[in-house]
Each structure stands twice: as C-alpha cells, then as structure tokens.
C-alpha cells in the first residue's frame, strides 16, 4: 500500500471529532455499521476521495451497506498505482450501456424494462438524470429537484406550462413522475392508447364505465383531444373552438348539420356526455 495511503488510513477517526463536521459524523455512523472489509475500503478510497467519499455516506446506497467497488470494480491495482489502474470511472467516454449496466445489476427488478425506453435510447445513462456522490442529497439522487430535472431537456414541454391552462406543476402540485415513469418504453411514457388509465387516476369521473364509449378516447387516449401539459383553451382542448376539434374527425356530419359553423356552434350543447354516456349513443345525454 503506498505511504499516501497508510497515512491518510485514519482520516475518518479524526474527522469525526472535529465540531460542527455534521457530514463526516454521519458517515462514520453509517460506516461503523458496515463489516470490516467495508470499512478498510471506505478508508481507502477515502485518502485521496475524501469529499466524494464523505458525499456517498449520506446517501441511500450507504446506509444499504453499498460500496465503492460495488459500481467501480476492484480498486486495489487503482489504490496502488497512485490513481491508475483498470476501474470502471462512469466518464462520458464509457458507453451508455456500459454505464447503466452498472446501475441495473442492482435496480433491474425495479427498472426491468429501462433499455426499452426513450432516454437509454437516446443513449442516456442513469447518471444524466441521478448523481450518486452529490453534495446535497435529494430525492431519488436527482441531478436537480424534482420540478426541474426534466426541463433540463424538454424545454418545449414546459413552456406548455406557462399557458393559461395548464396541470399544477408550477405549484408543486404535481411533478412530471406523477404522470411520466422515465424508466419505461415509449408507450407508457407518451400516455397513448389505453394508458389514458393514468389520466383516470384524478379524472375518475371521466372513465366509465360507459354503455356507451366515445372511441377516440378508449382507443386513442384522453390526449387525442386535449393538451395535457398546457393549452389557451380552458378546457386544455387541442382546438380554441371545441367544434374544430370535433369536425376534425368528425367531418362526414349528416347533412342536417351543415347549418352549424364552428364560429356558432358549440358541440356539447347537444352532445353533453362527450366522454361517454349510458342512455345515448350519441351522447346526447
């Protein structure tokens, strides 16, 4: 072991009895849990990674009696070599891949459909959004808070949000997880098709069951007709006019219905139980 090593082997000790050294106190509560070999590897790592290694104590992955070499591999040659040596070091060289099956040896079962997903496909890791060794430790390891990790790419998406109408997220009342499950495919994340379920989850009233279904709804989802991050309309509808919404798929109207202008003519006057209704198939009621 090299001198820089075994002089530094008791830095841990001797943080602990300095005042006010709330991180370092904490991290040796969590080490004296840990068995021996953990010890002397956090003690290690510790003489040259002091403050990542005092940032790794406060985190979930610690009190779970995780350890550097856990993520990182065999750390010994790294230790002995004065910083060389073959350990896996998450750079932005490594391969996505390569970075999140790190992670998945652990968290598979509970992100088993993750390299299904839009962001392992647009070769994100799980280090993009979770950072493991930050100095403030927030939920779920975010990079940021949970009201702005995403906007740090879906830029678009939340400009949505300023509009007039919109899902409370401005307000902490909803988050984007709320809706959105970052670690799964495609389908579940764009909410298409059946997974208007999502949307049920607030909106019960709105999902049945109906003798009588409005398809586009059941087959296409809630977002087929409205906005669901933010709209002008107050109804968060696709259209301004609810009539241009509904001629947009509705445009072969029987013929009786060709007095009706979209600038004089609202749809649900008539068609009050547009999301689906027991006694009218047309919705009429």
């Not at 296409?220 to 009539?243: D, T």
């Amino acid at each position: 072991m090299p001198a820089r090593v075994r002089k530094k082997r008791s830095w841990l000790s001797f943080k602990a009895l300095g005042a006010g050294a709330l991180a370092a106190s904490a991290f040796v509560l969590l080490v004296a849990a840990r068995t021996s070999p953990q010890i002397k590897e956090a003690e290690t790592c510790g003489s040259c990674h002091e403050a990542t290694v005092e940032a790794f104590g406060l985190t979930p992955h610690a009190a779970a009696a995780a350890s550097c070499t856990a993520c990182h591999g065999q750390v010994l040659q790294h230790a002995e070599e004065g910083g060389k040596g073959n350990i896996f070091a998450f750079r932005s060289s490594d391969l996505p891949t390569d970075k999140s099956g790190r992670c998945l040896v652990c968290h598979a079962k509970d992100t088993p459909r993750y390299l299904a997903g839009p962001h392992h496909k647009a070769s994100l890791d799980c280090t993009t959004c979770h950072a493991i060794h930050a100095e403030e430790v927030r939920p779920a390891l975010l990079v940021t808070s949970p009201d702005k990790y995403c906007s740090l790419c879906h830029q678009d998406i939340f400009a949505e949000f300023k509009l007039n109408e919109r899902h409370r997220l401005q307000e902490g009342i909803l988050f984007c997880t709320t809706c959105h499950d970052p670690h799964e495919p495609t389908t579940r994340e764009r909410l298409g098709g059946f997974q208007q379920q999502q949307c049920l989850k607030c909106h019960a009233d709105k999902g049945g069951p109906f003798i009588y279904e409005h398809e586009a709804s059941r087959v296409e989802g809630c977002s087929v007709c409205h906005e669901v991050h933010g709209s002008p309309n107050r109804h968060m509808l696709k259209f301004q006019n609810g009539a241009d919404l509904c001629f947009s798929c509705h445009a072969a109207a029987p013929a009786w219905h060709s007095g009706f202008t979209p600038e004089k003519t609202n749809c649900l006057t008539c068609h009050t139980a547009i999301h689906g209704s027991n006694l009218s198939r047309l919705f009429l009621k």
